[in-house]
């Protein structure tokens, strides 16, 4: 695999969410950290993700938000 995102997260599949257009998954990338991605269902299912399977978070963004407590 060669992507170009830097950011790229590898755990096991805890948990998948189901509905009629989107899925949500759960990556636990360490123990006890865990990572939510909403994807469509049709990816889900094409990737053929299963719950206790490795996969990759994969993550681009063109901005992080950094907040604090008043």
């Known amino acids: ?3 170009s995102t830097r950011n790229v997260l590898s755990g096991k599949i805890i948990s998948i ?3 009629p257009v989107s899925t949500e998954v759960t990556l636990e990338i360490a123990p006890g950290v865990e990572i939510v991605s909403s994807i469509t269902t ?3 299912k094409s990737l053929g ?3 206790g399977a490795q996969a990759y978070g994969l993550i681009k963004a063109s901005s992080v938000m950094i907040g604090i407590d008043d």
Do not use: N, T, W
Request: hydrophobic residues 40%; charged residues 25%; without cysteine.
């Open 1 to 3: 695999m060669k992507i």
């Open 49 to 51: 993700l299963k719950e």
């Open 17 to 19: 969410v189901s509905g």
């Open 42 to 44: 049709h990816s889900a």
